[in-house]
């Protein structure tokens, strides 16, 4: 099957887990339930449940008892996203392309749908530990829920805000991108071989030079990008003085990083993956680094 197709057969299969996954907020109050839905079904390209469903299918345990925990991951990124939009935070007015939660719904409602959705994530886990409770399972959700917390991505968001604390080293920046951005990703990877009976060593290095490539092309984004192609406002972390990947390495300094890590990525690939599903993995490292989808 060609890249294109592999992808989007995950990502439809994820679309479903979360449109069944959205069926909770059926009977909650109106407008927080639309704020959930509206950020849930906002687009987005789903990398984290499809890196789930794709390294649980190289595995052999693609299985739709899975499924929600694919749900689970875009839950937890979409709160992340709607909370890191907030005035408070980053203060951006598109997300995906469209008004971000707190422009659309006020930033009460972004609030508490965003904790709406990271509750709703764990429900998702805990549905799936009462129905399944193998260890692979047990071990995953544990896995996801330390990643997404103060240990994790909120950690990361935390030295990302700690402006007294923050430098334009190298050491403060990797430190806060391999917890805000890569925690997550690395999770998606390392969950789904956790079920599939994979150590943690064997996928967690994957995982991390995966989310920091990913983060990296991000601040080069923001600095080189098209607004109109990336869905949000950019240009944003220059103008206000932000520690990222480009005042760190400059433009063309970064540039090189990434290509380092997307090399370190598909060796990475050749250690973890057998020799039919390879390619896929590759190509996907190749697409993100240029972002191109
Ligand atoms: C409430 C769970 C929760 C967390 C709050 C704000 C925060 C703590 C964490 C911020 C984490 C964050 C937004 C990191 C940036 C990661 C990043 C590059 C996001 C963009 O991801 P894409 O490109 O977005 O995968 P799409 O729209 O394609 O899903």
Do not use: W
Not at 5 to 34: M, P, Q, W
Not at 87 to 114: C, Q, T, W, Y
Not at 145 to 168: H, I
């Amino acid at each position: 099957m060609d890249f294109d197709k592999r992808y989007d057969h995950y990502r439809a299969i994820a679309e479903n887990s979360i449109l069944t996954a959205c069926g909770r907020f059926s009977h909650v109050e109106e407008t927080l339930a639309k704020a959930c839905i509206y950020s849930l079904t906002a687009g987005g390209k789903r990398l984290r449940p499809v890196l789930f469903l794709s390294v649980l299918d190289a595995f052999g345990c693609l299985d739709e008892k899975y499924y929600p925990l694919a749900a689970a991951l875009e839950f937890i990124h979409t709160s992340s996203l709607v909370h890191d939009d907030l005035p408070a935070l980053d203060n951006d007015d598109m997300r995906r392309g469209m008004p971000s939660a707190h422009k659309k719904f006020g930033e009460a409602f972004a609030v508490i749908s965003g904790d709406a959705l990271l509750n709703a994530a764990y429900e998702l886990c805990f549905n799936l530990l009462c129905d399944d409770g193998s260890v692979g399972v047990r071990r995953a959700c544990r896995y996801i829920s330390v990643a997404a917390g103060a240990g994790g991505m909120l950690g990361g968001q935390g030295y990302d805000l700690d402006e007294e604390k923050k430098t334009d080293s190298e050491e403060y920046l990797l430190k806060t991108d391999l917890l805000k951005t890569s925690a997550l990703i690395r999770a998606a990877i390392v969950s789904a071989g956790l079920i599939a009976d994979k150590s943690i060593d064997e996928t967690e290095v994957f995982g991390d030079k995966l989310g920091l490539m990913f983060q990296f092309v991000d601040d080069l984004l923001d600095a080189t990008g098209d607004s109109f192609v990336v869905g949000k406002t950019l240009g944003k972390d220059s103008e206000e003085g932000k520690i990222t990947a480009v005042s760190v390495y400059g433009i063309d300094g970064l540039s090189e990083k990434i290509t380092v890590l997307k090399n370190e990525c598909l060796e990475y690939i050749d250690a973890v993956f057998d020799i039919d599903n390879r390619p896929f993995f590759k190509e996907l490292v190749e697409r993100l680094a240029r972002r191109s989808f």
